[in-house]
């Protein structure tokens, strides 16, 4: 039964923006509670009031919240926002679409929706689909086919308007809705005006249609809700409109006009034409305004001064709108069962009415004899309700009479029989007798061929049915094998095209595995050089240790040697000095005698300073002979360094390897996880062909012959298919094989990864060892160095003294000369002789000294100059150990981000496997609604069970009529 409810009117003020701050307009409602709002000394009073502080949700709650249970129980409901532009309409509707604190009505009861199906219970079965389409200058445009730009608007068998041939798509899930909002968004028309930078220039509807059918009562209802985004009203002289934009704001503005003009007729209530034709928005929303519709009207506003008079014309609108009437009643499709019981209940009142109207007649026809109807005899609610239950087969005499024989089949209810008191004063006993039997009599035959002409309508109207369906069967069933043949035939295209993707993908595979081994030989003999590298380094390291020792042992000789020179120089000057004042009296031939040993220790200095002279020539050489193994060693560290550049070229090419590796297995698997699917498929096909060839194979020999082929070549490609089968799990397994002997190699480079960090940390420690001794090294050779400046010093002393021997021997050559020519005596020649051996001791002790500080200084030269041949080699060495330890922690690093990766892409695999068992558990989960997607026209009967819970589609495929539809692997079709 219709009822009558009321449209709710619901009023929202934005805050002020930005333009209006700076303009320091006056913020002009004031709001006296959640009813009423004041504006201009005016109240307005509507269901619910939102200040500029309310959130998105609370107005989800209150405005569009209860629509959701009126559609899930067969109701039609609608929702649209009112305003002027730039008043907040579009972000009431929509809001940021994908955030959940800013979404607006649109989202949040889209996922309302969903939560209240999956809350049901599973024996509802529900088919939902959804159409996207705006108003664009007085022309309906579908936002999901933009090719469709002018849209007729029709009406159905009730009188009810549609828009024909809009995109209609079945979802199953609140993001199938929100992707299709996505893309009716991204089509709408918008534009930049001076009061919004993105203003909506048309009118936006989105349509949700939800069918619902309970297998248990066998009940179906069928829910529509209307969610509209008005375009707002403008005034060219605020918005700045020119061009296009105004054409636009003229058909805006008329569309709104004609809205006003339908709420202002529907609130009077005194016009009996209501101008929904005025505009094709009026029309669609036709139901909504004034029918079979639970409207809710939110009018936006602004409160800033500037826009006072259209604030006050859009509170105006919300009052008008709010005293209109509709008149709901549920969309519930009846069974043939509940048909029955309603025509039953029908017949019954259409019994009782003609029954009244037969006692009331023969009430008047006596009225018109002139008789008296006495208060008992006059017809009241008893006597017609005794008339109904009296047998069908008693009748008025009258109507005999009148009748005779003439009777045609058709029955009308009588009355009981009244008394007849003329009549009876008029015709004899006997004859009265025998009319009443006759009346008896006839009475029998007409209940008889009633109930025979009952009967044979009955049957008539049965066989009528039969021929009906079986017409409508053989329709159908001939337009599902046709489409099952196109089905097929696709099937086969398209398992042709994943056979030849599969071969690609394979003989791709084999050459990514041929590339990985090649790889994976690079590797090894990388590994190899690097073994080696570290068996060079480790000598290296012996070798640096044994020059260490040696060079202890040079640093503690040449101290020895550097303290007794410096102790033997002391000894030679205080001996020589205090002897150059004492008595010098040899003889002449003494005196020549002590001339050639100062010859022999002059030619012995002599030659010393040339020995000095050739161990500089030879430091010269030395160092010339470092520069050029400077520059081998620097063409070998560029040498050393592309051998370097090409590793690590040969690991990321092994990296790149090992992820095409990896894609190249998820793409196998995918393509197996769809041959799979579509084999399900094939087989579905396969059954359903079955049915409808059993169906159909009394009907033509044609299509007996069309199933013999058909068998036939669905057997030649399922064994075509087994054999595809089997060679790629044979292919597959091989290549498992390799996959595990990869993982080998893997977990055989992790531990080889293991040995190198430990490797890493005891070169590490080596190296900072090493700095060290080098740091002492380099201490050591400062102290050559100041040594060999040391050595000079003493050259120089050395050539002193010698300069001082020559001074004393011609000082005695003089005296000699002298005492030889005043010499008298042989106690002279006595002090002579003991002058003379002293000399001699003394000369010979310089010279022995002399001798000792010329090998010395000729061992620290050799010493100097080794070091300095070692010194290049062990900054090499040094270098090369460097390199080694940073190319160790390159790979360490590699091969750590390496098993990171393996072990991200091995707990993917295990979500992956996680997430299917969780929807196969949540599909066999009892106590859930299904949501079914349509498997045949949509014009037809909606046929097969549902999906358990939402399911993201694989393929889509356009439907006759312009929606979409979309079969996942699971949909079975019955």
């Not at 705006?134 to 308007?161: A, C, F, M, Q, W």
């Not at 805006?252 to 101008?275: D, Q, R, W, Y």
């Not at 000057?573 to 010859?599: D, R």
């Not at 960090?757 to 060892?769: G, H, T």
Request: with cysteine; glycine share 4%.
């Amino acid at each position: 039964m219709a009822e009558s409810v009321t449209i709710r009117v619901m009023c929202r003020f934005r805050p002020l923006n930005s333009k209006e701050i700076a303009r320091q307009d006056k913020f002009l409602p004031r709001f006296l509670n959640d009813e009423q709002v004041k504006l201009d000394g005016k109240t307005y009073t509507f269901d619910r009031i939102f200040n500029e502080a309310t959130q998105q949700e609370t107005v989800y709650t209150h405005a569009a919240q209860p629509i959701v249970k009126d559609v899930l129980t067969g109701f039609n409901g609608t929702i649209f926002a009112y305003g002027q532009t730039s008043s907040g309409k579009t972000h009431t509707m929509e809001g940021v679409l994908h955030d959940s604190k800013m979404s607006g009505i649109i989202p949040r009861i889209v996922d309302d929706i969903f939560n209240h199906i999956y809350g049901m219970d599973e024996s509802i079965e529900f088919h939902i689909k959804v159409s996207y389409f705006e108003i664009y200058l007085d022309k309906v445009r579908d936002l999901l086919d933009i090719t469709k730009s002018n849209l007729p608007v029709h009406e159905d068998g009730n009188r009810v308007p549609y828009v024909k041939g809009a995109t209609e798509r079945f979802v199953v899930s609140p993001e199938d809705v929100m992707d299709v909002v996505d893309e009716g968004k991204s089509n709408r028309s918008v534009a930049s005006t001076k009061m919004n930078d993105e203003s909506s220039r048309s009118h936006s509807i989105f349509l949700i249609q939800v069918s619902q059918e309970d297998k248990q009562k066998e009940t179906k209802l069928n829910g529509k809700l209307y969610l509209v985004d008005l375009a707002g009203s403008e005034k060219i002289g605020k918005t700045g409109a020119e061009g296009i934009v105004l054409d636009e704001a003229k058909n805006i503005n008329k569309s709104l006009s004609a809205l006003g003009n339908v709420i202002s007729a529907l609130a009077e209530g005194t016009k009996t034409h209501i101008p929904y034709r005025d505009s094709k928005m009026t029309r669609i929303l036709q139901e909504a305004l004034g029918g079979n519709c639970r409207t809710t009207i939110i009018i936006c506003a602004s409160p800033a001064e500037y826009n006072e008079a259209e604030t006050k014309s859009t509170l105006m609108f919300g009052v008008r709108a709010k005293t209109i009437k509709n008149s709901v009643v549920a969309n519930v499709e009846l069974t043939a069962e509940q048909w029955r019981r309603k025509y039953e209940r029908e017949r019954e009142k259409n019994k009782k009415a003609n029954t009244q109207i037969e006692l009331l007649k023969q009430e008047l026809e006596r009225w018109r004899r002139g008789e008296t109807v006495p208060n008992d005899e006059q017809v009241t609610e008893d006597s017609v309700l005794a008339a109904k239950n009296a047998p069908q087969a008693s009748t008025t005499i009258i109507d005999t009479l009148g009748q005779g024989d003439s009777f045609n089949g058709s029955v009308r209810p009588s009355p009981c029989p009244t008394p007849q008191r003329n009549v009876n004063r008029e015709l004899p006993a006997a004859e009265e007798s025998e009319l009443y039997k006759l009346l008896d009599d006839k009475d029998d035959e007409i209940c008889s061929l009633s109930r025979v002409n009952q009967q044979l309508s009955g049957q008539l109207m049965e066989q009528e049915n039969i021929i009906t369906s079986m017409g409508r069967s053989d329709d159908r069933y001939s337009s599902e094998f046709q489409q099952l043949s196109q089905e097929l035939q696709n099937s086969k295209e398209e398992v042709s095209d994943l056979m030849r993707a599969l071969e690609d993908l394979a003989v791709s595979y084999e050459q990514k595995a041929e590339a990985l081994g090649e790889a994976a030989k690079e590797r090894e003999a990388m590994e190899e050089e690097v073994r080696r590298k570290d068996e060079h380094n480790i000598n290296l390291v012996s070798e640096l240790e044994l020059i260490k020792e040696q060079n202890q042992e040079i640093q503690t000789r040449t101290t020895e040697t550097m303290s007794s020179l410096l102790r033997d120089l002391s000894d030679m000057g205080m001996a020589v000095n205090p002897e150059a004042g004492a008595e010098l009296s040899p003889k002449k031939s003494e005196g020549q005698a002590s001339e050639s040993e100062f010859t022999a220790a002059r030619l012995l200095i002599s030659k010393m300073k040339g020995e000095v002279l050739t161990v500089i020539n030879r430091a010269k050489q030395a160092e010339t002979n470092l520069t050029d193994q400077h520059k081998i060693t620097e063409a070998k560290e560029k040498e050393l360094q592309e051998h370097k550049e090409k590793i690590k070229q040969y690991e990321a090419r092994s990296v790149e390897l090992q992820q095409d590796y990896n894609e190249s297995e998820s793409k196998k698997r995918a393509l197996e996880e769809e041959l799979d699917q579509r084999s399900a498929e094939l087989e579905v096909l396969k059954q359903e062909e079955k049915r409808a060839q059993e169906k159909v194979a009394s009907q033509s020999e044609s299509v007996d012959h069309f199933r013999t082929s058909m068998e036939a070549q669905l057997e030649s490609n399922r064994e075509f298919h087994a054999r595809q089968v089997k060679r790629l799990r044979e292919q597959i397994e091989a290549k498992n094989g390799q996959v595990e002997t990869l993982r080998v190699k893997n977990s055989d480079a992790h531990a080889e990864s293991d040995r190198i960090k430990s490797e890493y940390a005891i070169l590490q420690k080596n190296a900072v060892e090493k700095e060290g001794k080098l740091k002492e090294m380099e201490t050591k050779h400062e102290q050559t160095n100041q040594a060999k400046n040391d050595l000079r010093g003493l050259e120089e002393t050395v050539g002193r003294e010698l300069q001082t021997l020559h001074s004393l021997r011609r000082m005695f050559v003089k005296d000699l000369r002298e005492r030889v020519r005043k010499a008298q005596g042989e106690s002279t020649d006595c002090d002579l002789v003991e002058g003379s051996t002293a000399q001699k001791h003394r000369i010979g002790f310089l010279e022995t000294n002399l001798n000792q500080l010329t090998t010395v200084h000729k061992q620290l030269v050799r010493d100097n100059a080794d070091l300095r041949c070692e010194l290049p080699k062990l900054e090499k060495r040094l270098r090369s150990t460097a390199d080694r330890v940073r190319s160790l922690e390159s790979a360490l690093r590699e091969a750590r981000e390496g098993a990171l990766k393996d072990r991200r892409k091995y707990q993917g695999e295990v979500e992956k496997i996680k997430e299917t068992v969780r929807a196969r558990n949540i599909a066999r989960r009892a106590q859930q609604a299904n949501i079914a997607r349509p498997v045949r026209r949509p014009d037809g009967a909606l046929g097969g069970s549902g999906i358990r819970r939402p399911v993201r589609a694989q393929s889509v495929q356009e439907e006759p009529q312009g929606g979409i539809r979309k079969w996942p692997a699971s949909v079975n079709r019955s």
